[in-house]
């Protein structure tokens, strides 16, 4: 799966907090000691938000205490010559994995998405728009230099140069300016206001390189393992980093990464014990997996499969066809059959139900074959069959078009499915057909998955949608300092895609990874797939040395 | 006779540089011609038309693409690959490893099937239409018919999954003794054999049964000379060639063919690289990939034609 981007946000956990102090009136301007705390210290170890999903079984026995040791063995779900070390290059999963293991960000997300303190002690901002970031003291990169703020500032903003070609392009040109005010000290001035400027920051591909790197083929990066061999699309291996500024952790000694891409081979390389831990477990292999005596660790990621509908050409134009298909889709079916279950319902808007900001009091759209029809019939292209497109690079596209096209015969419509080959689907026709599945991974805010997917200029509108009345939205939740206020904004955008953007989206999927009994400290995060991409510091082994 | 060997050998590789020349250039333009390049690739969901543009242009894809193939001619007359369009690395430094990998896969399964091949063959040629034979031409029908894949699954859920003999992937680094090796190169070796030798059997067993036909062995027969010296001394020289031939197509996919086993047994071989290359648009190794398997190819043809012109009995010339 192509994993173009990262993360949803998180519902309250108990006692969730946005980080914000409320605004001192005599607050002074910049820098002063009125400047308002965005980021505050966390409590160390994440905070295990407790999901209303089944609870996995992630083995965390209360009390235990992680021992030291081991070595272990991760198999991914890709490995190709495309592999790499650079962040700005990150693009699959096995990517942000490998991105975690060496590198540090200035902010991690936890369990429940919200941003906590790495590299960074603080970020502040007084207008939400000019931002001072302070780095922690006496952190090291692998090669012995100490990180300072001009480490920051390449950092980040060698994904505004085209030349990085960086997957983050698009949301780094929120940066207008950074700079160093200091050995520790950073400033980013954003193109306007955005109080979700420090969730932006935890994603992988804004990870701290040293100032200057220019090769990739080997890593210096802080994090909690030290690069000991990459072979691109074969191999990355790591040992601990006994300097960590993390530390404890990690607890394991070394670790192995590979990627097997065939679904079989690598659930059979973790039952006969070859790896320890594989991703992307086949949600028909469960059952065999848990009766096996394997752990199964359900994470409850904001990533969907959706139908994108084009209201800018062909039927999208009719908005009785994009209706009539929102009622087409047979949405337990999907979540039931395609996903055996590890799903959860999708209600036409991006926001996964454990958001904190998801809008329950939105009515879910049901499957109704009898409006779809009138609706279809409506629209005038019952009979002339539009064709869909899907692709296996789409997870599970292929059989929820299958599902979609039987919902449509029962209603007496020809829909003829398209399945395109993985290779080239998003650059050849994702996007650039009339009707056309698209697979998107959940962001670190509902900001960003508006402003990249839903907004006029977004560069993934997938439906083409439009709406001056939304963009304003999205202008004012950025601004907007009050808790309340910004959930209502939120519930009201979520409410006009639902209504209005062309995109169909039946299901959000659970992730599912499967790992050995000797394995522990697994547990679900929102943040996406193995703890946010960052198992490999938290979990350690039964059997490692004490 | 020996002057006339050579001309024809000469021969041979000629037409064989030929063929070279047109597949390098096929390969090229049929790369070319796939949807996407490396840029599109590279940024995948990302690729907006400004990011891909200037992408091409710091990797020279914006030159047109003839200008593209006449340098990279260039530098493989100088016995330069060029450099991955991907990583930047130089090619010969990424194909290295793999080509070794490759080798040691494709030699250990050659050790294997040509023996057994050629015995398993003429006992079939032989004991044509026994009970024997009819057992192995089930067998050989049944693996030349079953998808690799399916073999090399079911091979690793029984033997690695279900016994734990073996380990399910094939990891090389973990070789430090005999006993690991065979270990290691256990299930591909075998799958591949299987698949390799249940073609040769075929055709060595037709090519067998047809010189068994001939007038000659038929005299022989009739002069009373006894079985294995006919199978021996008469039969095998005059089957030398068509064996050579059948023995050379059978192995020259073992290098580039293979993909499948070298994904299931997570081997990182040329294979699987070319396969990886070719999904990226990354044209300096898809290049590099192809001479490699075309050479090894055309390589063993001509050889085994060599052999088959050596090889002709003395007296009835070529």
Known sequence: MRVGRVMSAGRPA???????????ADASTTGGPG???????????????????????????????????????????????????????????????????????????????????????????????????????????????????????YSLARHKDPATASQQRAVAQEMAEIKATGPLEVQVTLNGPNVDFPSMLGLVGFCIVRDGTADFSRENGTGPFICTEFSPGVRTSGRRNPDYWGGPAPWLD????????????????????????????????????????FGLLESPVGTYTDLAIRLDQGPGRMQDFVTGMKYLFNREQVRDSVFMGFARLGNDQPIAPENRYFAADLPQRVFDPDRARFHLRKSGVMESGVPVLCSPAALASVDIAVVLQYAAQQIGMDLPIRRMPADGYWTEYWMKTPMGFGNTNPRPSLDMTFALNFASTAPWNESRWHDPRFDQLLLDARRQRDEPARRRIYHDMQVMIHEGAGICLPAFTTSLDAFSPRVRGLRPSQAGQLMGYDFLSHVWLADGAA | ???????????????????????????????????????????????????????????????????????????????????????????????????????LLAGATTMVSVPLALLLGLACATWRDTYFDRVMTVLTLG???????????????????????VPAL???????????????????????????????????????????????????????????????????????????????????????????????????????????????????????????????????????????????????GA
């Open chain 1, 14 to 24: 108990k006692g969730c907090r946005f980080l914000m102090r409320r605004c001192r």
């Open chain 1, 35 to 153: 400047r308002r705390q965005v980021l505050r210290l966390a409590a160390a170890g994440l905070a295990a938000a407790a999901l209303p999903t089944r609870a996995s079984r992630a083995q965390t026995v209360s009390g235990e205490t992680p021992r030291r040791g081991g070595h272990l063995n991760f198999a991914g779900l890709a490995a190709s010559t495309a592999d790499t070390l650079d962040p700005a290059r990150f693009a699959l999963a096995t990517d942000y994995i490998r991105g975690h293991m060496f590198y540090d960000g200035l902010v991690t997300l936890d369990a429940d998405m919200t941003p906590r303190p790495a590299l960074a002690e603080r970020i502040e901002s007084d207008d939400l728009r000019t931002w001072h970031i302070t780095l922690r003291r006496g952190v090291a990169f692998h090669d012995g230099a100490a990180l300072n703020a001009a480490d920051v500032v």
């Open chain 1, 254 to 293: 070394s670790v192995d990464m590979i990627g097997i891409s065939d679904d079989m081979s690598r659930h059979n390389a973790l039952l006969s014990g070859d790896v320890d831990i594989i991703a992307s477990v086949n949600p028909r292999l469960v059952r065999m997996l848990r009766g096996r005596g």
């Open chain 2, 1 to 103: 006779m020996n002057a006339g060997l050579a001309r024809l050998v000469a021969r041979r590789i000629g037409t064989t540089l030929c063929s070279l020349v047109f597949v390098v250039v096929a390969i090229f333009f049929m790369t070319a011609a796939l949807p996407g390049d490396v840029a599109d690739m590279l940024l995948g969901q990302n690729a907006t038309p400004a990011a891909a543009q200037a992408l091409r242009h710091s990797l020279h894809l914006d030159q047109p693409l003839w200008l593209r193939f006449v340098h990279w001619c260039a530098g493989m007359l100088h016995g330069d690959p060029g450099t991955s369009l991907l990583t930047g690395r130089p090619v010969g430094e990424m194909l290295a490893p793999r080509l070794y990998n490759s080798l």
């Open chain 2, 143 to 165: 693996i030349v018919s079953v998808p690799a894949f399916l073999i090399a699954t079911v091979a690793v859920f029984v033997f690695a999954v279900q016994f734990r003999i």
């Open chain 2, 170 to 316: 094939s990891d090389i680094r973990s070789i430090h003794s005999v006993g690991q090796f065979f270990l290691t190169f256990t299930m591909p070796v075998s799958t591949l054999a299987s698949i390799t030798m249940a073609q040769m059997i075929r055709m060595i067993r037709a090519c067998m049964i047809d010189v068994f036909s001939a007038p000659y062995i038929e005299m022989a027969v009739l002069k009373g000379v006894p079985p294995i010296r006919i199978v021996l001394y008469h039969a095998l020289p005059n089957a030398i060639g068509p064996v050579a031939n059948a023995i050379a197509l059978s192995l020259s996919s073992l290098l580039g063919g293979v993909v499948v086993i070298e994904t299931i047994f997570n081997y990182p071989g040329l294979a699987q690289l070319m396969v990886d290359s070719v999904m990226l648009r990354d044209v300096p190794i898809i290049q590099s990939c192809a001479l490699l398997f075309c050479l090894t190819y055309l390589f063993l043809t001509t050889l085994a034609d060599i052999v088959a012109l050596a090889s002709v009995p003395k007296g009835r």
